[in-house]
């Protein structure tokens, strides 16, 4: 017993060495965690799992939710590190108890990690699935550690399970969004505009799918007029990279033709998208369809006959997505017109107006005297810019009678 009280003190002291080195010009492994490979694996890999466990709560402390936890890890320390903070939040996950926020448990949900058993040495079945040795898996656990310390913090928009909502200090829409059948239905066309091969069929479906949620709103607004709960909300959405920042164009363009304001966060690699709950939701399946589209669009030019390297160069993939995200903001605005201009949609206007302004004046509270235009940074490809308004009109959006 004297020994482990030893050992576990001795590790203690290693592991504070190793998470408070300077992580400039290192080694990897760095000797502080060769040296822990001289104490009980137990107790080491005991201390570890706590260490990450803490970075997990400390990070949602700061208003962090699980998804952009693991993208946070994920863009700094490459798929080793990701891996790893994605079977912490599960591990965490695990351990919390009380109601689960339904975007909080989606998040969990998609998580790579979300099968595995977390009870009992999870990290030991971690390193031995990946093929990682203890030094390695200890500066990982370090790294992840030093990412998640350093996060600023955000907007708390959704409660951690068990916390308190009224901590909350902007709501995100509360209930699972799939529950409405028309945005059921809007989904269901943009999963099958992502998953065919066939170019005429994608743009039929994406189109009828803007369509239907441009109508939605005005039926609501014209049915419905205004709800007590109606009030802007927030959401965060993920930035993938590469070309983040052309993406977030694309993101912008979709959130004004939905009555909503997005913003990135800089450096962060998230935006903040300000709207009403169910205008967020099209907002989110919507950007998402599009980014798969963009994505099977870029590929085919890509690998285009006779299309050489240029295709593959970062400045023409750049290009493609800003060309993309202009064409389709074009696009939206003659959707959104079209619908706007059927004499049934008249009654619904000044609901709309309403909304929109809600937005506005919501966003402008939030984010006034922060706002900074910027370019989009890179060289400018005008074949790929080209290309990607080419592919933006092939994903045109005017209505197209469909059955889904």
Same mark, same amino acid.
């Given at each position: ?5 030893? +050992? ?5 002291? @290693? ?6 080195? #300077? ?41 962090? =939710? #699980? ?13 080793? /590190?990701?891996?790893?903070? +994605?079977?912490?939040? @599960?591990?965490?996950?695990?351990? $919390? ?11 969990? +949900? ?19 699935? %990946? ?14 550690? $030093? @990412? ?11 409660? *951690?399970? /068990? ?9 995100? *829409? ?19 505009? &992502? ?30 007029? $205004? ?14 990279? *590469? ?23 800089? %450096? ?5 998208? @300000?709207?009403?709950? &169910? ?28 299309? %050489? ?7 023409? $993939? ?19 017109? =079209?619908?706007?201009?059927d004499p049934g949609s008249s009654g619904a206007l000044p609901v709309l107006r ?6 506005? &004046? ?14 989009? %940074?890179?060289r400018y490809d005008a074949l790929g810019a080209a290309q990607g308004r080419t592919?933006? +009109? ?11």
């Amino acid at each position: 017993m004297t020994g482990d009280r030893y +050992d576990a003190r001795a590790a203690r002291e @290693v592991w504070q060495r190793l998470l408070w080195r #300077p992580t400039e010009s290192r080694r990897v492994p760095t000797a502080e965690a060769e040296r822990l490979t001289a104490f009980s694996v137990t107790i080491v890999d005991q201390m570890a799992e706590r260490i990450l466990l803490q970075s997990v709560a400390s990070a949602y402390g700061l208003g962090w =939710q #699980p998804a952009e936890v693991v993208h946070a890890v994920t863009r700094r320390l490459g798929r080793t /590190g990701g891996r790893l903070v +994605d079977l912490a939040v @599960v591990a965490d996950h695990d351990r $919390r108890a009380g109601t689960v926020h339904p975007r909080w448990q989606a998040q969990v +949900d998609r998580l790579s990690a979300s099968s595995e058993a977390t009870r009992l040495d999870w990290l030991r079945r971690w390193r031995r699935r %990946g093929a990682v040795d203890r030094p390695r898996c200890y500066d990982a656990a370090a790294d992840v550690w $030093r @990412v998640l310390a350093r996060l600023p913090r955000v907007p708390l928009l959704v409660p *951690p399970p /068990g916390a308190d909502p009224s901590i909350v200090e902007m709501a995100s *829409p509360t209930g699972p969004t799939a529950a409405d059948p028309a945005l059921e239905r809007i989904r269901k066309l943009l999963a099958k505009a &992502e998953s065919t091969a066939f170019e005429a069929e994608a743009q039929a479906l994406t189109a009828k799918a803007q369509e239907l949620m441009a109508r939605h709103a005005v039926d609501r607004a014209r049915l419905l007029g $205004r709800a007590a709960d109606d009030r802007p909300r927030m959401i965060r959405i993920l930035l993938e990279p *590469p070309y983040a920042a052309a993406k977030g164009v694309l993101l912008a363009a979709v959130a004004r033709a939905n009555r909503c304001r997005s913003v990135e966060l800089g %450096g962060l690699g998230l935006a903040a998208v @300000v709207g009403h709950a &169910e205008d967020l939701a099209t907002v989110e399946v919507l950007f998402t369809s599009l980014l798969v589209q963009a994505g099977h669009a870029l590929a085919a030019a890509a690998h285009g006959a006779g299309s %050489g390297e240029r295709p593959r160069s970062a400045a023409f $993939r750049q290009s493609f997505h800003l060309g993309f995200a202009a064409r389709i903001r074009e696009r939206l605005v003659a959707v959104e017109a =079209q619908v706007l201009a059927d004499p049934g949609s008249s009654g619904a206007l000044p609901v709309l107006r309403s909304r929109v302004a809600e937005v506005e &004046e919501e966003f402008e509270r939030l984010f006034a005297g922060r706002l900074h235009e910027r370019n989009v %940074g890179g060289r400018y490809d005008a074949l790929g810019a080209a290309q990607g308004r080419t592919a933006g +009109d092939r994903a045109r959006l005017h209505a197209g009678e469909l059955s889904a």
